[in-house]
Nanobody, 122 residues
Framework: QVQLVESGGGLVQEGGSLRLSCAAS????????MGWFRQAPGKEREFVAA????????DYADSVKGRFTISRDNAKKMVYLQMNRLKSEDTAVYYC???????????????WGQGTQVTVSS
């Protein structure tokens, strides 16, 4: 089992930046690919970014490519999402999730955090 806790969300103006963090804990090792997803009100959960355990494989949704950066620190069991040039359409609850490999499909991820709210005001 892996427990995931997100933090770093908040209210920011368009064009601003936020850095989300995801802390992992549990008895198992941190040998997982990690993903970030988001869900806006009335919409399905969508893929944002994912990173392999080694960091050698990274994937981004087209909507965030060039603005968001995913990274991880395996020694600290942390995953980060640096979000720059935020837009109002980035407003959503952001979730981190763990899976065996980098994937864009939410349902294949085994473990999920509770989410952190990001609100971008225009």
């Amino acid at each position: 089992q892996v427990q995931l806790v997100e933090s770093g969300g908040g209210l920011v103006q368009e064009g601003g930046s936020l850095r989300l963090s995801c802390a992992a804990s549990g008895r198992t090792s941190f040998h997982y690919a990690m993903g970030w997803f988001r869900q806006a009100p009335g919409k399905e959960r969508e893929f944002v970014a994912a990173i392999s355990w080694s960091g050698g494989s990274i994937d981004y949704a087209d909507s965030v490519k060039g603005r968001f950066t995913i990274s991880r620190d395996n020694a600290k069991k942390m995953v980060y999402l640096q979000m720059n040039r935020l837009k109002s359409e980035d407003t959503a609850v952001y979730y981190c999730a763990a899976n065996a490999i980098v994937e864009r499909v939410a349902r294949v991820y085994d473990f999920w955090g509770q989410g952190t709210q990001v609100t971008v005001s225009s």
